[in-house]
T-cell receptor, first 113, second 113 residues
Framework: QQQVKQSPQSLIVQKGGISIINCAYE??????FPWYQQFPGKGPALLIA?????SEKKEGRFTISFNKSAKQFSLHIMDSQPGDSATYFC????????????FGQGTTLQVKP | DVKVTQSSRYLVKRTGEKVFLECVQD?????MFWYRQDPGLGLRLIYF???????EKGDIPEGYSVSREKKERFSLILESASTNQTSMYLC????????????FGPGTRLTVT
């Protein structure tokens, strides 16, 4: 079965620190790698996404780093804030009309004030 | 603004009952998905539909069925609920074309006793 492995399962970071979440995938046909953010009581929402033709994508304090040869990608949250406390999911898919996503196991991030 | 709504936020059912979970989206999306979310396992795809009356099994379809009679509505059916189906159920939708974002509903927390 195609898998996406995510680590760590939980993460505690001090306010202002850097949060790093890692994901590894198996299927080299994957060509779309999004990160979703989920707050308690809400459904996941797209945070940032990358395609394998670039090695890094930055949106504000959030950066995806992508290593195609290692089949790994990671989310970096700079200057982490208590409002970033949420569950983060990486995912991967082959771009197609259905856009079926394979999700990682999720990381619960707590940013301490 | 895309909106995906789910019929119930919390549901308690007894073992053996037939359970219907309803999902409605207002963006005329072709693709709709049902996931279950369990701690440490991430989001796992149960079924998806790429058009009215069309459906495909996801990774964990056993014990579930779906119905899509209208484009905006996608129903998940538990034919005979069991305690191991106690979970958070999330519905999502996505259009076709180059935009691959999935839009999620708030989820239904189902408890089977």
């Amino acid at each position: 079965q195609q898998q996406v492995k995510q680590s760590p399962q939980s993460l505690i970071v001090q306010k202002g620190g850097i949060s790093i979440i890692n994901c590894a995938y198996e299927n080299t046909a994957f060509d779309y790698f999004p990160w979703y953010q989920q707050f308690p009581g809400k459904g996941p929402a797209l945070l940032i996404a990358i395609r394998p033709d670039v090695s890094e994508k930055k949106e504000g304090r959030f950066t995806i780093s992508f290593n195609k040869s290692a089949k790994q990608f990671s989310l970096h949250i700079m200057d982490s804030q208590p409002g970033d406390s949420a569950t983060y999911f990486c995912a991967a898919s082959r771009t197609s009309n259905t856009g079926k996503l394979i999700f990682g196991q999720g990381t619960t991030l707590q940013v301490k004030p | 603004d895309v909106k995906v709504t789910q019929s119930s936020r919390y549901l308690v059912k007894r073992t053996g009952e037939k359970v219907f979970l309803e999902c409605v989206q207002d963006m005329d999306h072709e693709n709709m998905f049902w996931y279950r979310q369990d701690p440490g396992l991430g989001l796992r795809l149960i079924y998806f539909s790429y058009d009215v009356k069309m459906k495909e099994k996801g990774d964990i379809p056993e014990g579930y069925s779906v119905s899509r009679e209208k484009k905006e509505r996608f129903s998940l059916i538990l034919e005979s609920a069991s305690t191991n189906q106690t979970s958070m159920y999330l519905c999502a939708s996505r259009g076709t074309g180059p935009v691959y974002e999935q839009y999620f509903g708030p989820g239904t927390r189902l408890t089977v006793t």
